[in-house]
């Protein structure tokens, strides 16, 4: 079981493209532990759209190229992928070719949380902030370090709203810093000793809000100018890992492996959704629906206001630490430094009729990862077929590794579509 908590770096991000009233942020899940991967059967390579084969404007799916540690944060900016990692290291992968085209260095431990943001009247900048206590600020033409700022603990998520950076630090304190400048404006004590590990920012009134998750399991919503703590948001049992503000609504997922749904302004919890088998690293809004991205490696589509999973994505090979959509694309990163697009068709999917499975798949080659990997296994010395009322025996070793794989594709190909 993986235990989270404040001693090690992973993380999420809650990225969207910057708009005019920039809101922008980046949050960091702290996990101790790496989980077992079965690494028999990889998640299928056919899967790649080639990006020449890709339509002009449209970025190509399939892997990137992966990070030599894990992937804890990730953004869409300009048509490149923006990517942060305990490899102490930043990049950014072209959305078309899937390609590297640069590399951010100077971190001297893992990179926990990033930001692209445009200042008014300012290029454009990444904002990476680290375990090494330092935030840095990099140009994105020249790619080179502008500015280190040096703080007093590891800094675990960063979040952009009305010109300030706020950045949430190990110790339970937020600080803000005034984006032009970097100069600092306030420092915020909020949930020490426990770290903080999402932001978020809202409006009530004229009164600016600033929301801050933490690894107390809670959410404090504060007035953004002073820091006074107007009410505290309760029902998680345990850390809260990210959050996304909607209009009246903040959206919280946590290691308790729920999402929960509380009114900003009165902190009544409104809505629970359910259905997770680890921690939440993620959380897109997406008109009538939510994205969530999950340890389990897996990426889970809800129907808002039913509570209804409709979907899921698989086909990773370690927990799905990071996500974003873009145009319909889901972006994440794994904790074994993996990096991959996978198209969002809610029009699409493919039912595992294994015995006592409900799961919907998005992307056929998903369902035959999930029921090579986690119904049965190519090493097992036999295996019985359990999808719907199928009978077939793979009597010898050899039968599982080279006949199973065609069998469970045919199932897929007859009966696994289902129509929306």
């Known amino acids: 079981v993986i235990d989270v908590d404040e001693s090690d770096g992973v993380s999420s991000v809650q990225p969207e493209e910057p708009s005019a009233s920039v809101e922008l942020t980046?949050?960091?899940?702290?996990?101790?532990?790496?989980?077992?991967?079965?690494?028999?059967?990889?998640?299928?390579?056919?899967a790649d759209i080639p990006p020449e084969s890709a339509e002009a404007d449209e970025p190509s799916l399939g892997a990137f190229s992966s990070h030599e540690g894990p992937v804890h944060g990730l953004q869409v900016h300009n048509g490149l992928l923006y990517t942060c990692s305990g490899d102490n290291t930043a990049r950014a992968y072209s959305l078309m070719t899937r390609e590297c085209e640069a590399v951010f260095h100077g971190h001297t431990n893992k990179v926990n949380c990033l930001l692209v943001s445009s200042p008014p009247n300012m290029p454009?900048?990444?904002?990476?902030g680290s375990s090494d206590q330092t935030i840095r600020c990099y140009s994105l033409k020249s790619k080179k370090c502008l500015e280190k700022i040096s703080l007093p603990d590891r800094v675990?998520?960063?979040?952009i709203a009305w010109n300030i950076l706020y950045v949430g630090l190990a110790n339970g304190s937020v600080i803000s810093l005034d984006l032009k400048t970097l100069k600092e404006l306030d420092v915020f004590e909020c949930h020490g000793p426990r770290g903080v590990s999402?932001?978020?920012t809202a409006q009530e009134g004229a009164r600016r809000l600033l929301l801050v998750g933490s690894y107390d399991s809670t959410i404090s919503v504060r007035d953004a100018r002073s820091s006074l703590l107007l009410r505290s948001l309760e029902g998680h049992t345990k850390t809260v890992l990210c959050m996304k503000v909607v209009n009246d609504l903040v959206f919280s997922g946590s290691s308790d492996t729920s999402v929960h749904a509380h009114n900003i302004h009165t902190g009544e919890l409104v809505r629970i959704y359910k259905g997770h088998g680890h921690a939440v690293t993620s959380i897109v809004i997406l008109g009538k629906v939510m994205v969530t991205a999950c340890?389990?490696?897996?990426?889970r589509v809800y129907?808002?206001?039913?509570?209804?999973r409709l979907q899921v994505y698989g086909g990773h090979s370690d927990m799905v630490m990071c996500m974003a959509v873009h145009k319909s694309v889901i972006y994440t990163g794994c904790y074994d430094g993996t990096v991959q697009a996978v198209k969002l068709n809610l029009m699409r999917n493919h039912r595992c009729w294994w015995q006592s499975c409900s799961l919907i798949f998005g992307v056929p080659e998903h369902l035959l990862h999930?029921?090579?990997?986690?119904?049965?296994?190519?090493?097992?010395?036999?295996?019985?077929?359990?999808?719907?009322?199928?009978?077939?025996?793979?009597?010898?070793q050899q039968a599982v590794k080279q006949d199973l794989p065609d069998h469970l594709q045919n199932h897929i190909d007859k009966d696994s579509k289902q129509h929306p």
């Open 156 to 159: 675990f998520c960063l979040h």
């Open 198 to 200: 999402c932001l978020g």
């Open 370 to 396: 999930h029921l090579v990997t986690d119904h049965s296994n190519l090493n097992l010395q036999t295996v019985k077929c359990r999808w719907k009322d199928c009978n077939a025996f793979f009597a010898t």
């Open 303 to 308: 129907e808002l206001q039913s509570h209804d």
């Open 26 to 46: 980046s949050v960091s899940t702290q996990t101790s532990q790496k989980s077992e991967t079965d690494s028999k059967f990889q998640p299928p390579k056919d």
């Open 124 to 128: 454009a900048r990444l904002y990476t």
């Open 295 to 299: 340890l389990d490696k897996l990426v």
